[in-house]
């Protein structure tokens, strides 16, 4: 059961009657605990979700305390209420959220989870809060004046530096050309991206292209990508995949996760995200464990599920080995090949063995990967924020409100993924998560030098520290499919 309405949290703690807190309430599991694993290993171990009679019961209790149920999902129920109205029906108390952007956090040892004493609620395990970080969180403000009526025609700014152009350059230099001149573009394919939202630039209308958009309970006017990421990855995934399927499901940065479970619902053949929790050591928090289960619900329901690696940091659930982690690699005017220095790369410390990323998709330099000339919405955060600095600090377009960003980071790295992952469902349909992840990590272009954003070298043996495999190769993938190029 989802809900897709819409409502608003982002008021000012100081207004604490009007302050909303949301939070994922997990329902004990017939057989064993969901949280009480401290190793990050056990979490393989794939627990059964909660009977449908469990999880009526709770949804029933939490309606009676006042709170408002967002989304129910497989081993949790999103909520929202006061601060009051946790503290009243939970005995919990609040402190403030320890280096992350949770506005509220609980006052325990694990500062995510709040196990309730009260008999009533023995039918959760408990309350989680969730220090999600969104590359696609919104700030507080409202789009600019000029965001809402512009002409059809919205001309590339000019600029003097070397840079990629969408689709073109993303399709060359993924080794794409051939596919879609045999029609292998992703046709049909159902892509979810959970993202900040996405409005009808003209590289769309000029392609006739379309995302459909779906309200996380967070979010707000879904004609609109006020901070203009979404926008961004999604020319970066349709420019491999102009025929997939896409549904943006629009979050606030603070309900990515229930996004998450929005677009699970919807049992697409991809997730893409650019959404994760800062973690550089364990143990796991309760937060991450309750993410970790619900990707490893929606990879073994089917899902081929696509996260971003990282920008200058280290994520979860990108680290579990599961997932499909991106991140990048430059491609150079003579096409040789460099580590991404604007991209992380790195070997896990909460998963022995774990090397992030896999593979790569086309990611700039530091200091702020600017490098693929991207549609977004005039006047949105990231035009505004990337036109009022010189390059390579900004795109130095100095205007705030043309629709387009000179940009790049292992988002739109992943979305390529995402986009030659529908090329590749297409052709084999049958393709799952390890599948997939494997192929790609046999079809790539090795790159040799460079270091990842954390200094980490570029180089063999495969899979190195700054880029994994390597940056992905459409064409390679195809043929070991058996697509005839």
Known sequence: MSDERTTRNGQSRSNHSAFRVTAEVVISPPERSLLATGDA????EFPKPAAAERTGRVSGLLETNGFNIHHVGPFSITIEGTPQQFIQAFGCRFADAPHSRARLAFANA??????????????????????????????????????????HHLPKPQVDYYHLNAPRDLVTNLC??????????????????????????PWFQDRG?????????????????????????????MSLAPNAKVTMIKQSGEDAFTAFKM??????????????????????????KLVALTVLYAINNGIIVVFAGGNEKKLFPQQMHETIAVGGSFVHRDGSLEAASYASGYESRLFPGRIVPDFCGLVGMKPEGVYLMMPTMPGSEIDVAFAEKPYAYGDGTDRPDDGWVVISGTSSGS?????VISMLKQVQPSLDQR???????????PVLYGVSAEGNPAGLPLPNLATGYGLVDAEKALRELGAAL
């Open 41 to 44: 290993r056990e979490l393989r």
């Open 110 to 151: 694990d500062p995510s989870l709040h196990v309730p004493i009260d008999k009533r609620w023995q039918e959760i395990e408990g309350v989680v809060l969730m220090p999600i970080e969104s590359y696609s969180a919104s700030s507080d403000s409202g789009p600019s004046d000029s965001d809402e009526n512009h002409p």
């Open 176 to 201: 794409a050309n051939e596919a879609h001149a045999k029609n292998i573009c992703g046709q049909d394919i159902d892509v979810v991206v959970v993202d900040s939202g996405w409005w009808n630039h």
């Open 209 to 237: 292209l379309h995302v459909d958009v779906v309200l996380a309970p967070g979010a707000s006017a879904a004609e609109l990508d006020e901070v203009g990421h979404g926008t961004m990855v999604c020319a970066s995934l």
């Open 263 to 288: 677009a699970i619902d919807r049992a697409p053949a991809i997730i893409q995200n650019t959404w994760g929790m800062p973690a550089s050591h364990g143990p796991l928090h309760a937060a991450q």
């Open 415 to 419: 979305a390529q993924v995402s986009g």
């Open 435 to 445: 599948a997939a992840k494997e192929l790609i990590a046999r079809c790539t272009r």
